[in-house]
């Protein structure tokens, strides 16, 4: 089944503890993408990569890594993750490029405290 | 920065009657697409419009585009109880496919 599958589903972590979102396809996409939503703003990039070892920024990009190492996974990193980093976040990936439809993982809800 | 902005913020409506919800964006763009959510679940592609198309159609679902006016609507006929979901445009921004930029979303709630 193609799917975008990311874990943990849920995490409750405290300011400073580093931590990391994995994000994987299996749909041999080329462009996946990281976002974060919050309540009345809708969903904000934080990171996109249009292939292995090429990424770039989205809208909101501090306080959070990413790498792209390997073409199926896309892991999002939080170095000290601040109260602020509390969100939902969702992996998302397309064959191309962000003209393409997106495949969005089932999300991972973040508390920091 | 916010590209795409719907409207209404949410829409409550019965079950049989259209809902219509518009998206307004900033930037010139490649395509625009529309996308719904189940409450907290992940975003489902719902149909894609070229920046060169006025007007598309996929079953109950009909989008329109207006570059002139930047704005985008979305209108789903005969709505059902399990069309209850939020709904968002998202373009590129005019990136060439690099970024997306998502809108605010409508809440949309169908009644029975």
């Known amino acids: 089944e193609a799917q975008v599958t990311q874990n943990p589903r849920y995490l409750i972590t405290v300011t400073g503890k580093k931590l990391t979102v994995t994000c994987s396809q299996n749909?041999?996409?080329?462009?996946m993408s990281w976002y974060r939503q919050d309540p009345g703003l809708g969903l904000r990039q934080i990171y996109y990569s249009m292939n292995v070892e090429v990424t770039d920024k989205g809208d909101v990009p501090e306080g959070y890594k990413v790498s792209r190492k390997e073409k199926r996974n896309f892991p999002l990193i939080l170095e000290s993750p601040s109260p602020n980093q509390t969100s939902l976040y969702f992996c998302?990936?397309?064959?191309?490029?962000?003209?393409?439809?997106?495949?969005f993982g089932p999300g991972t809800r973040l508390t920091v405290t | 920065s916010q590209q795409g902005e719907e409207d209404p913020q949410a829409l409550s409506i019965q079950e049989g009657e259209n809902a219509t919800m518009n998206c307004s964006y900033k930037?010139?763009?490649?395509?625009l697409q529309w996308y719904r959510q189940n409450s907290g679940r992940g975003l489902v592609h719902l149909i894609l419009i070229r920046s060169n198309e006025r007007e598309k159609h996929s079953g109950r679902l009909r989008v329109t585009l207006d570059t002139s006016k930047k704005s985008s609507s979305l209108l789903i006929t005969a709505s059902r109880a399990a069309d209850t979901a939020s709904y968002f445009c998202?373009?590129?921004?005019?990136?060439?496919?690099?970024?997306?930029?998502f809108g605010a979303g409508t809440r949309l709630f169908v009644k029975a």
């Open positions: 998302a990936s397309s064959f191309g490029s962000s003209l393409d439809e997106q495949y």
């Open positions: 930037t010139s763009i490649n395509n």
């Open positions: 749909m041999n996409h080329e462009y």
């Open positions: 998202a373009t590129d921004a005019g990136t060439g496919g690099f970024k997306t930029i």
